[in-house]
């Protein structure tokens, strides 16, 4: 596959308080025509992450709207989210419009520990309303140290989810193995993890595999990723897996398609990658240097 960028759509623009910094993890949401709202995740000053959105026209790649006011916002301190939330994942599931997000907190033996939130749209107050106090995916036996941001799809009435998990843990981040696993839900709140990797670690000296996008295609499944590093790049890239069945998936990240540029805005890494369809046309929504400091930048697959 050959994906042809179109160009870098987004910047933070310090407006307010809670964006004063970073528009990553994109995610695309279809509203109607050729108007997608992307949903991001933005910084304080503080470094504290939150949750905003912007419409933008697809076709013209032009931004439409941004937002005056935060989607979601940290929680209150000592909660499991109260060093920022994180964009995950957006989905309708049984009549309720769910988002998955990733709460942070600061370690001190660690750099910090993740887990997964919920929150549902409320639709008399137009807003999202956090699920509860507590993580609806917290860490377990399967996931002692600490898991990232999903990647959800619906089938048969049931949800299925891939996540990034540590499966070890250190005082750097480099220190770290994280993988990407699978967990399944009837209800969107309660999930059962099947305790495998699902997409593992293979180049030399690489560390991470974050941020899944799961696409079910005719023949299959596809993953898109970012990972880091090996012996020749230490920042991140973007790489795909296939499987034909979700659970076992084969790593094709030289056919990924996509690179960084030689200079400019993703010259240094890409990440975070969101593939969606729109129109018969298959785009890419991804993250380029400084983990989305840059903003984002859309391509389409030629």
């Not at 279809?30 to 504290?48: A, M, P, W």
């Not at 939150?50 to 419409?55: E, K, Y």
């Not at 931004?63 to 909660?79: N, R, W």
């Amino acid at each position: 596959m050959k994906w042809r960028k179109l160009g870098h759509l987004f910047s933070p623009d310090a407006a307010h308080a809670w964006n004063q910094s970073h528009a990553a993890n994109p995610f695309a949401e279809h509203l109607e025509g050729n108007t997608f709202r992307i949903c991001f995740t933005c910084r304080d000053s503080s470094n504290r992450s939150h949750i905003s959105c912007c419409d933008i026209d697809l076709v013209s790649q032009k931004i439409l709207a941004v937002s005056d006011k935060p989607l979601l916002v940290p929680g209150q301190i000592g909660l499991f989210d109260d060093s920022g939330v994180a964009m995950g994942w957006l989905i309708t599931f049984q009549g309720r419009k769910l988002l998955y997000y990733l709460g942070w907190n600061l370690k001190v033996t660690v750099p910090w520990m993740n887990t997964i939130g919920l929150a549902e749209f409320d639709a008399v107050t137009q807003t999202f309303v956090k699920h509860g106090r507590v993580p609806v995916m917290d860490r377990s036996e399967e996931d002692p140290f600490s898991i990232s941001y999903p990647s959800v799809l619906e089938e048969n009435g049931v949800l299925r989810m891939w996540y990034g998990s540590n499966t070890t843990w250190g005082a750097d981040q480099a220190d770290m193995a994280h993988v990407i696993k699978s967990a399944s839900s009837h209800d969107g709140v309660h999930w059962t993890r099947d305790g495998v990797v699902a997409v593992d670690l293979e180049h030399p000296g690489e560390y991470a595999l974050s941020k899944p996008c799961v696409i079910k295609e005719s023949n299959g499944y596809r993953m898109w990723y970012s990972y880091r590093a090996n012996e020749d790049v230490t920042t991140y890239r973007i790489g795909c897996a296939y499987s034909a069945d979700g659970l076992k998936w084969r790593r094709e990240d030289a056919s990924a398609g996509i690179d960084v540029s030689p200079d400019g805005w993703d010259s240094e890494m890409i990440c975070y990658p969101h593939v969606f369809n729109h129109d018969g046309k298959r785009y890419m929504l991804y993250n380029g240097n400084g983990y989305g400091r840059t903003g984002f930048g859309l391509a389409i697959l030629d």
